[in-house]
């Protein structure tokens, strides 16, 4: 199973082909190696389309207002945190309602971090980016890794009450804890994205404020994302698949479980981490209220509608929930009887509070698999027409 | 001394509610292995439908007529989305009760508006006094009324036809089923149940204070309840709704004076850390049936 004996054991056995070798062509479902099997980009029409769709994305840059782009900035953070809770929820199995704490903790450790020294909170004034944002993922990892000896001893439903009170006690600490948090009401400001020493959140020569944090936060969700994607095809992805489909069988089979679970809550944290460094750098603030558990429920949302254990899921599932938010508030102009009071009963925010819970029902129910399964009902649909098997 | 026993019992009557709350998951999970996170807009809607009905009809015709009320809501949600999902993996059906939870809490929400709403209720803030303790009268009357439902609750399991039907289900969904048990039955008679005891629970938290959009939030204090108790115990959801209403009012009149670094309203988490420390030593709880796998 491992690199080391698969390699050891081809040359014994030369018919079979092992590491890269030629696609025959016009046969492109036909792999001839275990490296083509895995390969991330399999076909000639995903790495086209893949190719032109990230360059789409990197092209929105210049082709959207501000406005939009520090919308789809936000979805493309909230991404980067949703593959971090499907990597432990949906690939390792271990149901986790507590993924808000663990963004919180990325959040106020880059804003302590990059913060200014001589401030009312707490700040060390180290603003690059490339120090404070493996910083926020490490300690909220840490905190992910102290929290799984819980998780190694509990299951199921247990697990997801557990880490649902993590939620009340970290949004407690984070309430009192004035000097790092502000407090309730007040907050503090958020970390300062500073690359090279260019700050990305004000406009510089390079582009607008929002240009250049879109571009940061696209070019960070593809290495988060191309990692998640290796991680999942890796031994430790393959274990946390063994782990989450029968945790007896893969102690079984010899896949240690304690390890395993210590991991996927340690990486998944790691994700929530820097998320919640990023996602504050937008608004320039953070208040200790946000982290509730209706962040946390946002997250499941996205990896329930997006489509659990797969990362573009993650992706289509972040970018789904929050582009509905600025959708719902265009309502009030298109159905007449929404109004965008909060005073009024059918209010744009009843209308999206009820959008969320309702969507979970429905692709719980009529689709399982999420956004990702309906793409991929789309996909064999046209691949087979004219016929419908 | 006195002082102590006064907050025991205030702690009683908030740890009763919290037990009639537990009770509802708990049944729930026993037929269906399924937390129910809708549990606190039930609790919610049951609240704001006795303010609206003690208007028209009294107040305890109010109690009885929303606590039916809602337990019908609670049949249809069951009938409509948990039914579909027998046989679907836990999880997912739990996550299903927490999208349910947010739309059923918007709805309600609307009918709340922005004030609080006052329950009508004859208790109030007044207070008795019990021999040399003056404890306020809604403690007492939560306690007493707790009391009687949990002990017409047990006889229901342990004399009817329904209650057996529930155990046996409980018990094994399989065998029951090939006993003539009709399990879907089971299912709904315990969301009913659940959304009852939600109901009689959210009028008690409304008592005094009166119910407003965050009140939801007193209903997750019977999440640490049950987890104390162990998920399948129903004696143990009461003992664990009373453990955690007693240390939660310890806190609140102690923590401030011996504890201060603990911050303000530390009373209000205390509950989860008691939840934690039960779990480390006890991971089913301390009344739950250790689950034993077969490979």
């Known amino acids: 199973m491992t690199e080391t004996t698969r390699s050891a054991a081809a040359p014994a056995a030369p018919d079979i082909p092992t590491g890269r070798s030629h696609r025959v062509r016009g046969r492109p479902l036909l792999y001839t190696s275990y490296a083509q099997d895995m390969a991330l980009l399999d076909t000639r029409a995903k790495r086209v389309w893949t190719g032109l769709l990230v360059v789409l994305a990197f092209a929105l840059t210049v082709l959207l207002q501000d406005r939009s782009l520090e919308v789809l900035a936000t979805a493309y953070v909230m991404a980067i945190g949703a593959i971090g809770l499907n990597i432990v929820t949906g690939y390792a199995g271990q149901v986790s309602l507590g993924h808000a704490f663990f963004v919180a903790i990325g959040a106020y450790t880059a804003a302590a971090l990059s913060g200014p020294v001589d401030g009312q909170r707490l700040g060390y004034g180290i603003a690059e980016i490339w120090i404070w ?180 899921g993650s992706i289509a599932g972040a970018l789904f929930i929050t582009l509905l938010q600025p959708l719902t508030r265009s309502l009030p102009s298109l159905v007449p009887f929404v109004s965008g009071d909060t005073t009024q009963t059918p209010n744009v925010f009843q209308v999206e509070t009820v959008l969320y819970g309702l969507l979970i029902v429905l692709f719980l129910i009529f689709e399982p698999r999420g956004l990702f399964g309906l793409w991929i009902r789309i996909r064999n649909y046209w691949k087979s027409w004219p016929f419908s098997y | 001394m006195k002082g102590l026993l006064e907050t025991i019992i205030r702690g009683l009557g908030n740890g009763s509610v919290y037990a009639l709350l537990a009770l509802g998951f708990v049944i729930i999970y026993k037929a269906t292995r399924v937390i129910s996170f809708a549990q606190p807009a039930l609790m919610l809607a049951g609240a704001v439908a006795v303010s609206y009905l003690a208007e028209v009809t009294g107040f305890y015709a109010a109690v009885i007529l929303s606590a039916l009320l809602i337990a019908l809501v609670a049949l249809g949600i069951e009938r409509v989305a948990i039914r579909p999902m027998v046989g679907r993996p836990v999880f997912v059906v739990a996550i299903i009760t927490l999208g349910i939870d947010v739309v059923v809490r918007v709805v309600v929400n609307a009918f709340i508006g922005r004030d609080v709403r006052q329950m009508g209720d004859p208790w109030g803030f007044t207070q008795v006094s019990l021999g040399p303790l003056v404890v306020q009268s809604r403690w007492l009357a939560m306690l007493l009324v707790t009391a009687v439902l949990v002990a017409l609750l047990f006889a229901f399991f342990r004399y009817t036809k329904y209650g057996l039907a529930m155990r046996a289900a409980a018990f094994d969904q399989e065998t029951a089923l090939a006993q003539g048990v009709s399990v879907g039955m089971v299912f709904a008679l315990s969301w009913g149940l659940a959304g009852f005891l939600a109901a009689i629970a959210g009028m008690f938290v409304g008592t005094g204070q009166g119910v407003e959009q965050l009140t939801w939030i007193i209903a997750l204090k019977a999440l640490p309840a049950i987890i104390v108790g162990g998920l399948d115990s129903l004696g143990g959801a009461v003992v664990g709704g009373l453990v955690v209403g007693v240390v939660e009012s310890l806190f609140q009149s102690y923590q401030g004076e011996f504890a201060p670094w603990l911050g303000q309203n530390f009373a209000v988490v205390s509950p989860y850390v008691v939840m934690l420390i039960v779990l480390l030593v006890r991971p089913y709880g301390l009344f739950g049936t250790r689950e034993v796998e077969r490979v």
């Open chain 1, 133 to 312: 944002l493996p910083a926020a993922g490490l300690v909220a990892a840490a905190a992910g890794v102290l929290v799984a000896p819980l998780a190694t001893r509990l299951r199921g439903l247990y697990l997801a009450i557990v880490t649902l009170g993590l939620v009340f006690l970290g949004e407690h600490i984070f309430k009192e804890w004035q000097e790092l948090t502000g407090g309730p009401g007040v907050g503090r400001e958020a970390a300062v994205p500073q690359l090279f020493g260019v700050r990305l959140d004000q406009d510089g020569p390079l582009g607008t404020k929002e240009q250049l944090l879109y571009t940061l936060m696209l070019a960070l969700l593809i290495v988060f994302a191309v990692a998640a994607r290796n991680l999942a095809r890796s031994r430790i992805g393959r274990a946390f698949a063994a782990v989450r489909d029968r945790d007896i069988a893969a102690e079984v089979i010899g896949v240690p479980l304690t390890r395993y679970k210590v991991l996927a809550f340690g990486i998944s944290s790691f994700y929530a981490g820097c998320a919640g460094g990023l996602l504050y750098t937008i608004s320039g603030y953070v208040e200790p209220g946000s982290f509730s558990l209706l962040m946390s429920v946002q997250f499941i949302a996205m990896v329930l509608i997006g489509g659990v254990a797969t990362v573009s």
